[in-house]
């Protein structure tokens, strides 16, 4: 049976915007050694803005009409710029989606995707050098990049910038002064993820992982350094989560995300994941 004081302790967290689906999560909180975020969307607002785009003068249309299936934050960047430059942006035959790696559509007789590196290897496209020169020039400088292939040519790439929730540095240095390490699991490019992990203060980073190499390092750390928790809002990280010892979904995440959670925050304020920790102990001191 479940101690009454879990019962009302799992209350209380409610109340202060914390919903615990597992009690267990409660019971390993005391151990946690490792603390892994998702980055786009959970250290970040995940909420990109288009910086610039070079390329074939269409780029931004081809995306946008690709872009029109999804609900990724790159996704609504791009179409949020189309709109603003074009108006209408008409809607593609079919849509799919490939996580950690972009979309595919067909419109018009035409294949577009956009996406990172790996799906330009996928679709084994041609890239002009002038086009990957400035593309390499902006994911130096922080930003994500993504290429737009149209058929087997990439026509053109997007630098899209996203910038670190306010309260992420205050919470990095809180868990670290819990002797808890915090680390950065994401699909983007190294570059953007070490200017992002720099600026909060995190000196371990794990980039371009697919969403299984994200769970894999979870399994990785489990061993390794014992209690981990994965924190992330997207369908990307859904097997992470369910990989960790606490899997912590945001609240502004996609539904699957808070499906697999162990524990949900219902906005997504990271100092959340502080007052959960302190909550857990003092549950279980009220059962000792
Ligand atoms: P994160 O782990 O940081 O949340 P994601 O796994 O969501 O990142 O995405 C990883 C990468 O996959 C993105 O940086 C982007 O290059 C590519 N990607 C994913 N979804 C899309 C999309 N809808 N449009 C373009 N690129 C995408
Ligand atoms: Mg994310």
């Given at each position: 049976a479940t101690p009454i004081s879990v019962v009302a302790?799992?209350?209380?967290?409610?109340?202060?915007?914390?919903l615990i689906r597992e009690s267990r999560a409660i019971e390993l909180s005391p151990g946690i050694k490792v603390v892994a975020f998702d980055k786009t969307g959970t250290l970040t607002r995940g909420r990109f803005e288009v910086i610039s785009v070079f390329?074939?003068?269409?780029?931004?249309?081809?995306?946008?009409?690709?872009?029109g299936g999804s609900?990724?934050?790159?996704?609504?960047?791009?179409?949020?710029?189309?709109?603003?430059?074009?108006?209408?942006v008409p809607s593609a035959e079919s849509y799919d989606s490939v996580p950690g790696m972009g979309v595919i559509t067909q419109w018009n007789g035409l294949t577009i995707g956009v996406g990172n590196e790996k799906l330009i290897k996928g679709f084994e496209a041609r890239i002009n050098p002038e086009i990957e020169n400035k593309a390499n020039d902006s994911v130096g400088e922080g930003f994500t990049v993504v290429y737009v292939i149209v058929n087997n040519e990439v026509s053109g790439a997007i630098?899209?910038?996203?910038?670190?929730?306010?309260?992420?540095?205050?919470?990095?240095?809180?868990?670290?002064?819990?002797?808890?390490?915090?680390?950065?699991?994401?699909?983007?490019?190294?570059?953007?993820?070490?200017?992002?992990?720099?600026?909060?203060?995190?000196?371990?980073?794990?980039?371009?992982?697919m969403p299984d190499e994200k769970a894999e390092v979870i399994k990785e750390?489990?061993?390794?350094?014992?209690?981990?928790?994965?924190?992330?809002?997207?369908?990307?990280?859904?097997v992470a989560l369910k990989a960790a010892d606490i899997g912590i979904a945001m609240g502004a995440g996609t539904d699957i995300a808070k499906s697999v959670g162990d524990?949900?925050?219902?906005?997504?304020?990271?100092?959340?994941?502080l007052s959960f920790i302190k909550l857990s102990r003092k549950i279980l001191s009220n059962i000792r």
């Open positions: 302790g799992t209350n209380n967290a409610l109340k202060h915007g914390i390329g074939d003068e269409k780029t931004l249309y081809y995306a946008a009409i690709a872009e609900e990724h934050p790159i996704a609504k960047a791009i179409l949020e710029r189309a709109r603003e430059v074009y108006g209408e630098a899209l910038g996203d910038s670190p929730r306010p309260e992420a540095p205050m919470v990095i240095s809180e868990l670290r002064r819990m002797n808890i390490i915090p680390m950065m699991l994401t699909g983007d490019n190294t570059e953007a993820a070490k200017v992002v992990a720099k600026k909060l203060g995190i000196d371990y980073v794990y980039s371009g992982l750390l489990r061993d390794k350094f014992g209690i981990t928790v994965m924190v992330g809002d997207g369908v990307n990280d859904a524990v949900v925050l219902l906005d997504s304020d990271l100092t959340k994941i």
